[in-house]
């Protein structure tokens, strides 16, 4: 049962950084793509859409380097038997919530009232 969760984390953890790889390498794209559009006009009407497409990559990276961190946590909780258990108020995470999101931390009741 641990195995097979743990092996799920695992893959998640694995697409995450894979993910977050592909965002490294567009990000670079952009920053090269800005430096040759400077090259040529320094008034690109492109800087703006350049300027978003940099806080998308960012805040999307963002997301992925939180998702790892997650996972690696609920690893962690895995790994000293508190697995399952909301770090919270300590109550059971509901099983089909560790299914939908197996990193989750918290338990239904506390992620609805931190969201609010
Ligand atoms: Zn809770």
């Known amino acids: 049962m641990d195995e097979e969760i743990r092996a ?7 697409d995450a950084v ?8 567009s990000f670079d794209d952009i920053v090269e793509a800005a430096r ?6 320094e008034h690109d009407p492109e800087g703006t859409t350049i ?3 940099r806080s998308l990559v960012g805040s999307l990276a963002d997301a992925n380097e939180r998702q790892v ?6 690893l962690a909780r895995l790994a000293v038997g508190t697995y399952g258990r909301c770090v919270r108020c300590g109550g059971d ?9 197996p ?3 918290v338990c239904i009741t506390c992620a609805a009232s931190s969201n609010s």
Do not use: Y
């Open 69 to 74: 961190a997650e996972i690696d946590a609920a």
């Open 36 to 41: 040759d559009s400077n090259l040529d006009d």
């Open 51 to 53: 300027a978003a497409e």
């Open 93 to 101: 995470i509901a099983p089909g919530r560790l299914e939908a999101r």
């Open 103 to 105: 990193s989750t931390p």
């Open 8 to 14: 799920r984390l695992l893959k998640e953890r694995a």
């Open 18 to 25: 894979a993910r977050l790889r592909g965002l490294v390498v």
